[in-house]
């Protein structure tokens, strides 16, 4: 069974950059496309980015173009996703998931797309 654990968040100035890792165990991670989700108190979950099964193909939101970047590690069986550039609004809580087999990589976060989601770590973006 797939388990997901997200870490690397942390407290960070704006303008400053971090390395989130989405570390999974039970399988490989080969086999799935993997999101990159946020969720700010008082908001609905964001899409991210996500990353296909070869890495080759990746998609982000518009409000991260440019500054976040997915990538991934078959021998490590890690994901990541380095954020440069972070604003104050990029706080949140951010969650790595992996998309089930038969569905390809998107910005949506309903449910039934994944096998499985990380607990989740915190990015807070203040002076």
């Known amino acids: 069974q797939l388990q997901l654990v997200e870490s690397g968040g942390g407290l960070v100035q704006p303008g400053g950059s971090l390395r989130l890792s989405c570390a999974a165990s039970?399988?490989?991670?080969?086999?799935?496309?993997i999101g990159w989700f946020r969720q700010a108190p008082g908001k609905e979950r964001e899409g991210v980015s996500c990353i296909s099964r070869s890495g080759l193909a990746t998609n982000y939101a518009d409000s991260v173009k440019g500054r976040f970047t997915s990538s991934r590690d078959s021998a490590k069986n890690t994901a990541y996703l380095q954020m440069n550039s972070l604003k104050l609004e990029d706080t949140a809580v951010y969650f790595c998931a992996a998309f089930r087999p038969v569905y390809a990589c998107t910005l949506s976060s309903s449910d039934f797309l994944f096998h499985s989601w990380g607990q989740g770590t915190q990015v807070t973006v203040s002076s």
């Open positions: 039970g399988s490989t991670l080969n086999d799935y496309s």
